[in-house]
C-alpha cells in the first residue's frame, strides 16, 4: 500500500464516562475506497466526528494528509479542511439556499473567484452527479438521492484529496442506492481521491470497498480486503454479515442489579 | 454520569440545584464567549481573508429591521396613546393636564421606546435566530460549516449581529417617534393641543442625554437579542422538540435579560446624572 493518507493511533474518545472508542487504529491509502462497519452503538460515527475534525479525542492522533489535527492551528485547519470533503448522512444541505448556491458556498467562503467561476465549476459538480437541472431548486424540493448526491456535489467541488461519507444509501431505495455505489467508484477512479465510507449496508460495502474495517464496542475488529473480511470466522463479524442477533448472557446477579440500577 | 446521592429529598434537591448551577454557569461562560467570538469576526475578520459578507449583514438587517418597523410603529403608536390616557387622567386630579407632553416624552424617549423595540425584535428576530441555528444544528448543517472551512459562528452569528447593532437602535428612534406621534394626536383630540405645540414641548422637555439614554441601552440590548438566540440555537439537542423548547427558551430569557438590564441601565445612567 502507497503512502497513508489518514493515520490513526490509539484513539481514545469519551462521552462523559462512557468510553466509545478504545484505542483505535487505523491507515487509509491513497485513492483507496474503506468502509468502516459496524452495528449500531459500535462507535462508527464518533470515528467518522474524530476523523473529520468535529471531535476531539480524549487521547491519541489523527493525522490527515500529514496533519495531526491536534496541534493545527485554526487557520491551518481552515486550510486542511478544503483538502476534504464530507456528504453526510442527511445531506446537511443549507435548506435556505438553491441546490446551486450550496455547491457554491465552500468556493465562496474561500474567495478570490469571480461569480462566473464560481458558478461554472459548481455547474460542473452538478453535472457529475447528474444534478445539472436541479440546481436552481431548494433542497426541500428533492428527493432523498438527489439530496444525498447534491452533498456529494459540494464535498467535491473543491476537488479534495479525502472523501468522507456517512451512511450514503441509508433511507435509499436499492437501485437509487446502487447509483450512488457506482458515483462513489467513479469519483476514485476519476479523482484520484480517498474515500472513507461509514456505512452498515452489506451489499454496498462489498461492492465499493478496497478493505473494510469492522468496529464493535469501540475497537477496531478486523480489517482488510472484502474476501478477507468476509472469509473472517470472528464470531462477531459474522453475527453482522449473517444478520443474527446477539445475545447478551447475563447472570440472575447481573440482570438483577441492570434492572434496579439507576442509570 | 454519576448516580444520583441517595440520602432523601433534600440531598436529592441539593443535587439538582447544583447540577441546574453547574449548567447554568457553562451556558453563561458559552454565552460570554459568543460574544467575544462574534465581535472578532466583525473586526478581525477582513484581515484574516474570513470577512463577514455584507450581503448578509444587509439580508439580517431587512429581516430584524424593516419587516419590523410596521408592528413597531403600530406597538409604539398605542402606547404613545396609552401613556396619553393615563397621564391625562392622572394629571386632571391635580388640574395639570398641560404637562402630560414631560411624561410621553421622557417616558418614552428613556424606558418605552428601547423597551418596546427590543421585546418585539426579542421575540421575533431573536427566536427566529434560536429556531434557525437549532435547526440547522440539529440537521447537521452546523457541522456541515465547520468541515467546510467555514466558522460558524461567523457565517450564522456575525452578520445578526451587525445588523442588530444597526438596526435595534434604528428601531428604537422609530418607535420614540411613533409613540410621540401617538401621543400628540390622542392630545390634539383630547387637549385641543396643537402638533406644533406638542413638538416644541418636546423639544424643550427631552435632553440630548435622555436620547443618548434610551439609543444606548438600544446597543446592549441588541447585544443580549442576538447573542442569546444564538447561544441557545447552539446549545439545541434532541431534535425538532429541541428547537421548540430552545426557542421558546431564547425568548424568555431575552425578555428577562432585557428586563433586568434596563432596569440596572437606568439606575446606574440615572445616578450618573445623564
Given at each position: 500500500m502507497s503512502e497513508s493518507l489518514i493515520e490513526v493511533d490509539s484513539l481514545v474518545a469519551e462521552y462523559g464516562r462512557r468510553?466509545?472508542?478504545?484505542g483505535v487504529e487505523m491507515r487509509v491509502g491513497a485513492a483507496e475506497i474503506r468502509c468502516i462497519m459496524g452495528g449500531s452503538g459500535s462507535g462508527k460515527s464518533t470515528l467518522l466526528r474524530h476523523l473529520i475534525g468535529l471531535s476531539e479525542p480524549k487521547s491519541g492522533t489523527v493525522r490527515l494528509l500529514g496533519n495531526d489535527l491536534r496541534t493545527l492551528s485554526g487557520g491551518e485547519k481552515r486550510r486542511l479542511m478544503r483538502e476534504i470533503g464530507v456528504a453526510f448522512q442527511g445531506g446537511?444541505?443549507?435548506?435556505?439556499?438553491?441546490v446551486l448556491d450550496n455547491v457554491m458556498l465552500p468556493l465562496r467562503e474561500r474567495g478570490g473567484l469571480d461569480e462566473n467561476t464560481m458558478r461554472i465549476m459548481a455547474r460542473l459538480k452538478l453535472e457529475v452527479v447528474n444534478l445539472g437541472d436541479f440546481g436552481?431548486?431548494?433542497?426541500?424540493?428533492?428527493s432523498g438521492g438527489m439530496i444525498k448526491r447534491a452533498a456529494l456535489a459540494r464535498a467535491i467541488v473543491m476537488d479534495p484529496k479525502l472523501l468522507f461519507f456517512d451512511e450514503?444509501?441509508?433511507?435509499?431505495d436499492p437501485v437509487v442506492a446502487a447509483e450512488l455505489d457506482d458515483l462513489i467508484l467513479k469519483l476514485r477512479d476519476s479523482m484520484g481521491v480517498s474515500i472513507v465510507v461509514v456505512t452498515h449496508e452489506l451489499q454496498s460495502a462489498f461492492k465499493i470497498a478496497d478493505r473494510i474495517s469492522i468496529i464493535d464496542h469501540g475497537k477496531i475488529l478486523l480489517t482488510g480486503s472484502v474476501d478477507a473480511v468476509r472469509a473472517s470466522d470472528n464470531e462477531r463479524v459474522q453475527d453482522l454479515f449473517n444478520r443474527r442477533a446477539r445475545h447478551e448472557e447475563l447472570s440472575a446477579e447481573e440482570y438483577l442489579e441492570r434492572l434496579t440500577s439507576a442509570h | 454520569m454519576p448516580n444520583p446521592p441517595s440520602g432523601g429529598y433534600f440531598i436529592s434537591f441539593l443535587d439538582r440545584g447544583g447540577r441546574k448551577s453547574v449548567a447554568a454557569i457553562n451556558e453563561l461562560g458559552y454565552a460570554v464567549a459568543l460574544v467575544v467570538e462574534s465581535f472578532y469576526w466583525l473586526l478581525l475578520g477582513p484581515f484574516k481573508q474570513q470577512p463577514v459578507r455584507p450581503s448578509s449583514v444587509a439580508e439580517r438587517m431587512m429581516e430584524v429591521g424593516l419587516r419590523a418597523a410596521p408592528i413597531v410603529f403600530m406597538l409604539s403608536f398605542a402606547v404613545g396613546v396609552m401613556l396619553a390616557i393615563q397621564g391625562i387622567h392622572t394629571l386632571r386630579v391635580f388640574g395639570?393636564?398641560?404637562?402630560?407632553v414631560l411624561g410621553i416624552a421622557i417616558s418614552v424617549t428613556r424606558e418605552f421606546g428601547p423597551l418596546i423595540t427590543a421585546i418585539l425584535v426579542a421575540g421575533r428576530s431573536g427566536a427566529a435566530l434560536a429556531a434557525r441555528i437549532g435547526t440547522m444544528q440539529v440537521n447537521q448543517e452546523v457541522d456541515a460549516l465547520r468541515v467546510m472551512g467555514i466558522n460558524p459562528v461567523r457565517y450564522l452569528v456575525s452578520p445578526v449581529l451587525a445588523a442588530m447593532l444597526v438596526m435595534v437602535p434604528v428601531l428604537t428612534a422609530f418607535s420614540i417617534f411613533s409613540a410621540l406621534l401617538g401621543g400628540a394626536i390622542f392630545c390634539r383630540l383630547q387637549?385641543?393641543?396643537s402638533y406644533y405645540g406638542f413638538w416644541q414641548q418636546t423639544i424643550i422637555y427631552v435632553a440630548a442625554g435622555d436620547l443618548y439614554q434610551g439609543l444606548f441601552k438600544s446597543v446592549v440590548f441588541a447585544v443580549l437579542i442576538a447573542l442569546i438566540g444564538a447561544a441557545n440555537g447552539f446549545l439545541v439537542r434532541g431534535g425538532a422538540e429541541g428547537v421548540g423548547a430552545a426557542t421558546t427558551r431564547a425568548v424568555v430569557i431575552s425578555i428577562s435579560a432585557i428586563v433586568l438590564a434596563d432596569m440596572v441601565f437606568t439606575y446606574f445612567l440615572n445616578r450618573a446624572g445623564v
Open positions: 468510553r466509545i472508542l478504545d446537511a444541505l443549507l435548506s435556505s439556499m438553491s436552481d431548486l431548494l433542497p426541500a424540493q428533492l450514503p444509501s441509508a433511507g435509499l | 395639570a393636564e398641560g404637562q402630560v387637549l385641543d393641543l
